[in-house]
T-cell receptor
Framework: DTGVSQDPRHKITKRGQNVTFRCDPI?????LYWYRQTLGQGPEFLTY????????KSRLLSDRFSAERPKGSFSTLEIQRTEQGDSAMYLC???????????????FGPGTRLTVL | QKEVEQNSGPLSVPEGAIASLNCTYS??????FFWYRQYSGKSPELIMS????GDKEDGRFTAQLNKASQYVSLLIRDSQPSDSATYLC???????????????FGQGTILTVHP
């Protein structure tokens, strides 16, 4: 399977704990996105990387959230001091840039479902 | 006003009928539009993309775009029970290079196709 992969698929944690999620994009894709989705809503953008550079962050991404993409390959999303409001599906997507402004389709991974008790 | 709006439904159609899903968006500079299908508990799956005014057909799916009216729709012909899912409209804006491909989603329309 050469699609976007995410790990873990499910995470249950207690309030105040730190959690880290991993995303492996489609191998030739240079753009990687993180979204968050709560029940009954569409996904909301969190942050975006082109290669290893984090180019945009949503105001939804508080100081407790940090994302990295070392070497422009896989990415990690860490949430520190989790709160019950962080419970959601965290989705990763990737796409292939085509020239300047050549935005194309984003393909999503299976997601990581976080439950904060 | 929400940036991307969809009727939340649920929309119920009989098997074999045409399902029509609608989406409006607020940002006039939006350039790219996508429809995703999401089954319960699963992640969004891209089913259609459209970039120019008019219709785009792919199998039983037809996407329609009208940038003047800021309106995009998805038609599903010969609906099947397996089409029952939430359909998400997503809009990508690239305003003067300040956005790097962020998708803004509607809240989704729940479609139920009954036998």
């Amino acid at each position: 399977d050469t699609g976007v992969s995410q790990d873990p698929r499910h995470k249950i944690t207690k309030r105040g704990q730190n959690v880290t999620f991993r995303c492996d994009p489609i191998s030739e894709h240079n753009r990687l996105y993180w979204y968050r989705q709560t029940l009954g809503q569409g996904p909301e953008f969190l942050t975006y990387f082109q290669n290893e550079a984090q180019l945009e962050k949503s105001r939804l991404l508080s100081d407790r959230f940090s994302a990295e993409r070392p070497k422009g390959s896989f990415s990690t999303l860490e949430i520190q001091r989790t709160e019950q409001g962080d419970s959601a599906m965290y989705l990763c997507a990737s796409s292939l840039a085509q020239g300047t402004g050549g935005f194309r389709e984003q393909f999503f991974g299976p997601g990581t479902r976080l439950t904060v008790l | 006003q929400k940036e991307v709006e969809q009727n939340s439904g649920p929309l119920s159609v009989p098997e074999g009928a045409i399902a029509s899903l609608n989406c409006t968006y607020s940002d006039r500079v939006s350039q790219s539009f996508f429809w995703y299908r999401q089954y319960s508990g699963k992640s969004p799956e891209l089913i259609m993309s459209i970039y120019s005014n008019g219709d785009k057909e792919d199998g039983r799916f037809t996407a329609q775009l009208n940038k003047a009216s800021q309106y995009v729709s998805l038609l599903i012909r010969d609906s099947q029970p397996s089409d029952s899912a939430t359909y998400l409209c997503a809009v990508l804006t690239n305003a003067g290079g300040t956005s790097y491909g962020k998708l803004t989603f509607g809240q989704g329309t729940i479609l139920t196709v009954h036998p």
